[in-house]
């Protein structure tokens, strides 16, 4: 059965802090990993992993995919107050996605 | 920025009646999703379409369920007779492209409808 596991469940930093999610995965067919915010309702887009060793970056965000040791990484730097959210990791296999239970991130002024 | 449209935001209904949710995916998208995502549980895949067909599904996506595109735009889920255990989250996604490893396979979700059976 296909599975996604993040760490930690749930995290609360100072603002100007870095933080790193983790999401480790077991998925038939692999196709690619993606990173997802949610705030209030849709988890909007942020980063898709196809290769590994390849950093993505954007702005103060970057992830990372290690495809022997089936697992990425999420970093944000410099945190900021609206960075609080539920950040999610999930994994295509053939079609669907398969989602990770999500890491919730509180950032305190 | 084009987005995916879901209506209402918000549906209350009554057990052992039908409801449907509504999608207007982006436009030039061609593959279609739903997944519900139970209060504190992870999101779950229902089901895909493309071509006016149902290219896969979950054991979720039993016979109580069913998708339609009845027009150009519109991408539906129906529940035939809802349950209490159908109160969820339910998004709808949509991509361009399902080719491995592209931004055009990148799936974009709706805000969503929260799905409330009494």
């Known amino acids: 059965e296909d599975k996604v596991v993040q760490s930690p469940l749930s995290l609360v930093v100072h603002e100007g802090d870095t933080v790193t999610l983790n999401c480790s995965y077991e998925v038939t067919n692999f196709r690619s990993l993606l990173w997802y915010k949610q705030e209030k309702k849709a988890p909007t887009f942020l980063f898709m992993l196809?290769?590994?060793?390849i950093e993505k970056k954007s702005g103060r965000l970057s992830s990372i995919l290690d495809k022997k040791e089936l697992f990425s990484i999420l970093n944000i730097t410099a945190t900021q107050t609206g960075d609080s959210a539920i950040y999610l990791c999930a994994v295509q296999g053939a079609q669907k996605l398969v989602f990770g239970q999500g890491t919730r991130l509180t950032i305190n002024p | 920025e084009p987005e995916v449209t879901q209506t209402p935001s918000h549906q209350v209904t009554q057990m052992g009646q039908e409801v449907i949710l509504r999608c207007v995916p982006i436009s030039n998208h061609l593959y279609f999703y739903w997944y519900r995502q139970i209060l504190g549980q992870k999101v779950e895949f229902l089901v895909s379409f493309y071509n006016n067909e149902i290219s896969e599904k979950s054991e979720i996506f039993d016979d109580q369920f069913s998708v339609e595109r009845p027009d150009g735009s519109n991408f539906t889920l129906k529940i035939r007779s809802t349950k209490l255990e159908d109160s969820a989250m339910y998004f709808c996604?949509?991509?361009?492209?399902?080719?491995?490893?592209?931004?055009?396979?990148?799936?974009?979700f709706g805000a969503g409808t929260r799905l409330s059976v009494l």
């Open positions: 996604a949509s991509t361009l492209s399902r080719e491995a490893g592209v931004s055009k396979n990148i799936q974009y």
């Open positions: 196809t290769s590994s060793g």
